[in-house]
């Protein structure tokens, strides 16, 4: 494992690189002509982007995790709306303590973790397929709980609420960071971790070399599930909203976060702290283009063009290694 973790820590050091330099640019490019204060470069915006981009990055730690075994996971958007709608359903509508109502949201990620690991390994659908279906059965379920309605928690928790002495804002960044190192030194320093790594390499050796394929796949997808309820809990807190419409489109977003940090679509690669980097530059990216008269319209394209370059990179990468 050593060869490979020496890979990891150079390609984690040109994500970070590369986020850094991203920082510079825009940076420079929105400095202004006058007067003192940056509308990019300032702390208020610092947290904005930390705030936001950890959404994406908690549920990225999951998503990365999967690609290194080796699949797909196409749900973690509908997981966050759907864990959102319960936790807000329950605390605003049925009287829940808060307490018990985020550990029903919590719960969405363990079910649909289960749902997805049912369809993949027992039923043996392609990955892509099972959670294709997830996410649509998933965000169908958010949308007939709420009925086109959201639930507003914001009315209900305490103003200036500083849980565990930490300012509300501060907790995504928080639980992403607690989150990434914790699962680094899993995949890294535990047998399971590397049990993934194997299965993502070659499933076949893995197989035979007495690896728990089910076991495995299992807990990954019920991972990744987990995590984006994670996300869909603390988006609730933060947003002060349970909505079914949440995280549309994040798909898209946390697959190339994990993609952008070194998970190769191949399986078998890949890092949970390149991940949470690929989350930053994403978030930045948004965060600086809203500032650009006109750039918004640009921001999917710019993500769909850099997952491509990625994937062909990591392509040529394989072909040349093989």
């Not at 279906?133 to 709980?145: L, P, S």
């Not at 019920?222 to 798909?251: C, F, N, P, R, T």
């Amino acid at each position: 494992m050593r060869p490979l973790g020496r890979v990891w820590r150079i390609r984690e050091a040109s994500t970070l690189a590369i986020l850094l330099l991203e920082i510079l640019f825009f940076g420079w490019y929105l400095w202004p002509d006058s007067g003192t204060y940056h509308p990019f470069l300032n702390s208020s915006n610092a947290l904005l982007v930390l705030k936001y981009s950890s959404i994406y990055g908690i549920a990225a730690i999951g998503a990365a995790i999967v690609i290194i075994s080796g699949g797909i996971d196409l749900s973690p958007g509908a997981v966050i709306a759907l864990a959102s709608v319960v936790t807000g359903g329950l605390f605003v509508e049925a009287g829940w303590g808060l307490t018990p109502s985020i550990l029903a949201g919590l719960l969405v990620g363990v079910i649909s973790g289960l749902v997805i690991s049912l369809l993949v390994i027992v039923v043996q659908l392609p990955p892509f397929i099972a959670t294709l279906g997830a996410m649509g059965i998933i965000r169908g379920a958010g949308f007939i709980i709420t009925e086109g309605r959201y639930y507003d928690l914001s009315r209900l928790l305490p103003r200036g609420w500083h849980p565990l002495g930490i300012p509300l804002d501060w907790w995504p960044p928080v639980v992403m960071i607690a989150l990434a190192f914790a699962f680094q030194l899993i995949t890294h320093r535990l047998q399971w971790g590397r049990a993934v790594y194997a299965v993502g390499g070659n499933e076949t050796a893995a197989f035979f070399s007495g690896i728990s394929l089910g076991r495995i796949k299992t807990s990954v997808y019920l991972i990744s599930a987990i995590l984006a309820s994670v996300s869909g809990v603390v988006l609730a807190l933060v947003q002060g909203q349970g909505k079914a419409d949440l995280a549309m489109g994040y798909e898209l977003d946390i697959i190339a976060s994990a993609v952008v940090g070194g998970a190769s679509l191949s399986g078998g690669r890949g890092s949970v702290i390149g991940a949470v980097l690929g989350a930053l530059i994403f978030g930045v990216l948004r965060n600086a283009l809203a500032q650009i008269p006109g750039a918004t319209f640009y921001d999917r394209l710019i993500v769909g063009v850099v997952v491509i370059v990625i994937v062909v990179m990591d392509q040529i990468l394989v072909k040349r290694g093989a």
